[in-house]
């Protein structure tokens, strides 16, 4: 099936000196969102939320950092290589252009949020709204390079990957005690009030030509290495966290869905990465981890303190740990993650997983 769809996607580019008169048979991708799919963004801001020094891409091809805030491979770059096209570069890398454009880009910043408000300790990061921005320069720039039809082509015929919200708890309501939002908002409203905004976020989306968006949930926000160090006592989730997410990616799949009947389309699919987040925290082992509380890389209990650094506890054997920083999974976890993605049931992907989107769309 990979295989197969390997051949129907993959990604004819024209040369450059006839961009303005050939057909373009790309299916572009597009990533927007936060450090689970940052592919170095970053690298560009005066920000300390970057992943650009060792040992982040000890296990990336090059053996560098590369701005992914994992220790090889991120969920972007393993949908990519279903789409049988290389790994999208950041956008305010300098080597996108000519034709790298047409491989699409990818527009994500760690530290973001759904609110605009979420990691202003970060200071200069790519909030989403200059995402969009961005998207609005590429298609210009694009157009530039096609003409305005084809881009619209390529933009309506891309697939695009929206990962956003974690941080919306854990660097903005439960940041500090009594933070700003907390006193605002309990949190059963407050998720109401981050549904609504993600809501007009997706419709901008839209009007910017998306017509096939995977919008990610958040993963079991208290079961992360840095929650166990800082709010438990015994090594259990956060429990209060986990309300959090339990409470927001439900009412993001009814969202997604009451937008695609608005919309007359399936056009915004919901992964439930809490689910496949959960399968390997729960059980580690049935995955081939040794554990799914320490993080590979960090210091302090469980690693979960700091920032992952040149000088922090590292584990040799980045495969059997579910977690590579405080934060992060993985690249093995986020595979396994891809992979639910891609062939998971609806109780992973909704309404339908990215296997079957594919196909319909090699169809039209």
Same mark, same amino acid.
């Given at each position: ?25 790309a299916?572009a ?16 801001l ?8 060792y040992?982040?891409?000890i296990? &990336? @091809? ?10 090889g491979?991120?969920i ?8 049988g ?8 890398? @300098?080597?996108?252009? #000519? ?38 320069e &590429?298609?210009?720039?694009v ?7 084809q881009?619209?082509?390529? !933009?309506?015929g ?6 956003? #919200?974690g ?20 949190l059963?409203?407050? !998720? ?17 030509g #998306? ?22 006592s ?10 959090a997410? #339990?409470?927001?990616?439900p ?7 009451g937008?695609?009947?608005? +919309? ?31 993080? *590979? *890389? ?9 920032? *992952? ?44 997983? +990215? ?10």
């Open positions: 099936m990979a295989s197969s769809l390997v051949l129907i996607f993959s990604l004819v580019l024209t040369a450059l000196g006839s961009f303005g008169t050939q057909q373009v048979e299916r991708f597009f990533v927007f969102g936060d450090s689970l799919v940052d592919n170095g963004n970053n690298n560009y005066l920000t300390q939320a970057r992943a650009d020094a040992p982040y891409g296990d &990336y @091809p090059t053996g560098r950092p590369t701005g992914r805030f994992s220790n491979y991120n972007p770059d393993f949908i990519s290589q279903e789409l096209s290389e790994s999208t570069l950041p956008y305010l890398s @300098p080597e996108l252009n #000519g034709e790298r454009l047409l491989v699409g880009a990818n527009f994500a910043s760690a530290g973001i949020g759904i609110l605009n408000d979420t990691g202003i300790q970060f200071v200069n990061i790519l909030r989403m709204y200059r995402q969009f921005e961005y998207f609005q &590429y298609q210009q720039r157009s530039a390079l096609i003409g305005a039809e881009t619209e082509r390529l !933009v309506n891309s697939l695009i990957l929206v990962t956003v #919200g941080n919306d708890f854990v660097n903005n309501y439960y940041l500090v005690p009594y933070s700003a939002r907390s006193r605002q908002y309990s059963p409203d407050y !998720v109401k009030y981050l549904i609504s905004e993600f809501r007009n976020l997706l419709l901008r989306l839209y009007d910017l #998306g017509r096939r968006v995977l919008v990610t949930g958040t993963g079991p926000l208290g079961c992360v290495p840095a929650e166990l160090a800082t709010r438990s015994n090594g259990q989730c956060s429990a209060e966290l986990q309300r997410a #339990g409470l927001f990616n009412q993001l799949t009814q969202m997604l869905n937008l695609n009947r608005e +919309l007359g389309a399936d056009i915004f699919i919901a992964a439930n990465t809490q689910l496949s987040h959960s399968d390997f925290v729960t059980n580690p082992q049935a995955f081939g981890f040794t554990t799914s509380k320490i993080a *590979c *890389c960090g210091q302090g209990p469980y690693n979960g303190l700091g920032l *992952c650094t040149g000088v922090s506890n590292l584990c040799p054997n980045r495969d059997l740990y579910a977690f590579w920083d405080p934060f992060h999974p993985s690249e093995r976890a986020n595979r396994y993650i891809v992979q639910n993605i891609l062939t998971g049931s609806t109780e992973y992907m909704n309404p339908m997983n +990215l296997s079957t989107i594919l196909a319909l769309d090699s169809r039209t």
